[in-house]
Structure formats: structure tokens, C-alpha cells
């Protein structure tokens, strides 16, 4: 079946560092979903994109869909201690509320203050 | 709008009993997924409703069944419980690509 490869599956850096990670797919995706969850909590939506090339920004978070349509990274600019959680890529292979999400196995971020 | 609600949050069941877990998704929304999360396995899909039936499913076995009401509310059962099956349950609420999560139901299986 499908997968999504998410690395990096931990990251522990300095606050106000900039934060990158990315994932990759094998299929071609038409919806790219990124999430961030807190201990104990289910999935919060960060960012949403549906077009390859499509840059996106929700105040310091910033994705991107890639032009081959099976990846995409996110960028968190200038890291606080908030920003600590696991956070998820999600791939849709069908356009609309078709089909289920794929999930990576998440990026684990926590922030040095 | 009110968010998607999940209850309940916390269960402690014995093997081999089973158990409900209940799902109120986004008003409006017709879609509903639910998802096994576990620390080694990640969030893993088990099926998903959409105006009372079953359009995807997941590779779960049998014992995990659920259903959805004509008012969008989702249940998911599981029969015969297993150790493995403790896991966080998430729901989620769709009416686009889109996927709302509730905050889940902690299942821990003694």
C-alpha cells in the first residue's frame, strides 16, 4: 500500500531556531495536510495545500507541495517552546473528501529554551 | 461551530471484553474516519462513513466494526479485546480534504 516516508522522526534544537522537515511519497498526491499534535490531544490542521508548487504560511509555519506532487516540507521559523510536539504530513491520493489520508509517522520536535 | 467530540476520553477495558467508543463530528461535516494511534505504528487508518456507509476501509480485522448514524454521529466497536489493542482512537471529521480530529479516546486493554 501507500507510504509516506517523514524524517526527520526527531529533531532537538535551540529556540529560536528555524525548523525544517519533509515527506516523501512514492504516489502522486492531489492534497498535501499538515498537523501538529500535543501529548494527549488528537491532531490540530496547521496548513493545507492542493496545487504541486504551492508555497503556504500560517504566521512562522510555512509548507510547501512539491512540484513532482509526492512531497512536502514544513518550515517553522524562529522556534519557541510552544512549537514542542509531534508533527504530521498527510497525503490524499483523491481530490475532495474522497479517499483517506495517509499519515507519516510524525516528526518529533523539542525545543532547548 | 462546535469542534468533533469523542467520548469518552479515557477507558480501561479487560481482555476479552468490548467496547464502543463514540464520535460526534463537525455539524454539517458527513465524513468520519477513525484512526489507531500507536507509538510504534503511528496513526494507523481503520475505516471511514459517509452518509451511513462504509466508503473505505482499513487493514484491521474483523473485530473492529463501526457505524454511523443518520445525524453523522460515528461508533466504533471492537470484540474481543486485545492487549494490542490499547492505542489511542482518533476520529476525524471531513467535509473536504480536510480532516477535523477530536481530541480521541485512550483505550488501555489489561
Known amino acids: 500500500g501507500q507510504q509516506l516516508n517523514q524524517s526527520p522522526q526527531s529533531m532537538f534544537i535551540q529556540e529560536g531556531e528555524d525548523v525544517s522537515m519533509n515527506c516523501t511519497s512514492s504516489?502522486?498526491?492531489?492534497?498535501w495536510l499538515w498537523y501538529k499534535q500535543d501529548p494527549g490531544e488528537g491532531p490540530v490542521l496547521l496548513i493545507a495545500l492542493y496545487k504541486a508548487g504551492e508555497l503556504t504560511s500560517n504566521g512562522r509555519l510555512t509548507a510547501q507541495f512539491g512540484i513532482t506532487r509526492k512531497d512536502s516540507f514544513l518550515n517553522i521559523s524562529a522556534s519557541i517552546p510552544s512549537d514542542v510536539g509531534i508533527y504530521f504530513c498527510?497525503?490524499?491520493?483523491?481530490?475532495?473528501?474522497?479517499?483517506?489520508?495517509?499519515f507519516g509517522k510524525g516528526t518529533k520536535l523539542s525545543v532547548k529554551p | 461551530k462546535a469542534g468533533v467530540t469523542q467520548t469518552p476520553r479515557y477507558l480501561i477495558k479487560t481482555r476479552g471484553q468490548q467496547v464502543t467508543l463514540s464520535c460526534s463530528p463537525i455539524?454539517?461535516?458527513?465524513?468520519v474516519s477513525w484512526y489507531q494511534q500507536t507509538p510504534g505504528q503511528g496513526l494507523q487508518f481503520l475505516f471511514e462513513y459517509f452518509s451511513e456507509t462504509q466508503r473505505n476501509k482499513g487493514n484491521f480485522p474483523g473485530r473492529f466494526s463501526g457505524r454511523q448514524f443518520s445525524n453523522s454521529r460515528s461508533e466504533m466497536n471492537v470484540s474481543t479485546l486485545e492487549l494490542g489493542d490499547s492505542a489511542l482512537y482518533l476520529c476525524a471529521s471531513r467535509d473536504a480534504a480536510e480532516a477535523f480530529f477530536g481530541q480521541g479516546t485512550r483505550l488501555t486493554v489489561v
Open positions: 455539524s454539517g461535516h458527513r465524513s
Open positions: 504516489s502522486i498526491f492531489n492534497t
Open positions: 498527510a497525503g490524499q491520493l483523491h481530490g475532495g473528501s474522497q479517499g483517506n489520508l495517509i
